[in-house]
T-cell receptor, first 115, second 115 residues
C-alpha cells in the first residue's frame, strides 16, 4: 500500500518570503499522480498543483512550484512571495493511475503567514 | 469550474438517530465518488468509494452497516450515518471523480454533531 509522509506539522513564513513544504511517499508503482491540496479555515479542499510521475519537468502554478524527485520519492511544494491568503493546512496526496483512483493523503502541514 | 455540493453543511442530531448527507456533482457526471472523514487538526481518512449503480467499497475498519452509502445517479451519492453516537461526530467530506477528465473535486464538507 502507498503511504505519504509530511514531516512538518507546522511551518511559518514572513509575508512575501518563500517557504518549502516537504512530502515523501512510498510506492512500488512506476506511474502515478501527486498533488498538493490546500485546506483553508473554511475547510474546502482546493487543488494547488498536480504532478504526473512520468513527467520529468516540475509542475508550476503561478507562485506555487514543486520539486519532484522520483528516485528519492520526494515531492516538495515551494510557495514564493507568500501572501496572507496562503495560510492554511496543506496536504500532499498520492493517486494511482490504476484501480479506484483514490487519494492517499499525508498528515498535513499547517502554514502560518506572519505579516 | 466543476462544483460539488454537500447538504447539509452542518447537522446536529440526537444519539440513536440516523442522518443522511448528500453529495452532488452540479455540472458534471461522476461515476465514482469518495467519502472521507476528518477529525480536528487531522488529515482526511477515506471511508469508502461510492460507485454509481453498484455497492460501495469500504476501507478496512469502516462499518458498512453504520455508514450506508447509496450512489443512485451519476450526480448524487448519499452517506447515511445510522444509529449515530457522539463518537460519530466529525467532519465528513465527499469528492467526485469527473468521468471525462478524471479530475477529483471536493465538496465543502458537512459537520456532524451527535448529542
Amino acid at each position: 500500500a502507498q503511504t505519504v509522509t509530511q514531516s512538518q506539522p507546522e511551518m511559518s513564513v514572513q509575508e512575501a518570503e518563500t517557504v518549502t513544504l516537504s512530502c515523501t511517499y512510498d510506492t512500488s508503482e512506476s506511474d502515478y499522480y501527486l498533488f498538493w491540496y490546500k485546506q483553508p479555515p473554511s475547510r474546502q479542499m482546493i487543488l494547488v498543483i498536480r504532478q504526473e510521475a512520468y513527467k520529468q519537468q516540475n509542475a508550476t502554478e503561478n507562485r506555487f512550484s514543486v520539486n519532484f524527485q522520483k528516485a528519492a520519492k520526494s515531492f516538495s511544494l515551494k510557495i514564493s512571495d507568500s501572501q496572507l491568503g496562503d495560510a492554511a493546512m496543506y496536504f500532499c496526496a498520492y493517486r494511482s493511475i490504476q484501480g479506484a483512483q483514490k487519494l492517499v493523503f499525508g498528515q498535513g502541514t499547517r502554514l502560518t503567514i506572519n505579516p | 469550474g466543476a462544483v460539488v455540493s454537500q447538504h447539509p453543511s452542518w447537522v446536529i442530531c440526537k444519539s440513536g438517530t440516523s442522518v443522511k448527507i448528500e453529495c452532488r456533482s452540479l455540472d458534471f457526471q461522476a461515476t465514482t465518488m469518495f467519502w472521507y472523514r476528518q477529525f480536528p487538526k487531522q488529515s482526511l481518512m477515506l471511508m469508502a468509494t461510492s460507485n454509481e449503480g453498484s455497492k460501495a467499497t469500504y476501507e478496512q475498519g469502516v462499518e458498512k452497516d453504520k455508514f450506508l452509502i447509496n450512489h443512485a445517479s451519476l450526480t448524487l451519492s448519499t452517506l447515511t450515518v445510522t444509529s449515530a453516537h457522539p463518537e460519530d461526530s466529525s467532519f465528513y467530506i465527499c469528492s467526485a471523480l469527473q468521468d471525462y477528465l478524471g479530475e477529483q473535486y471536493f465538496g465543502p464538507g458537512t459537520r456532524l454533531t451527535v448529542t
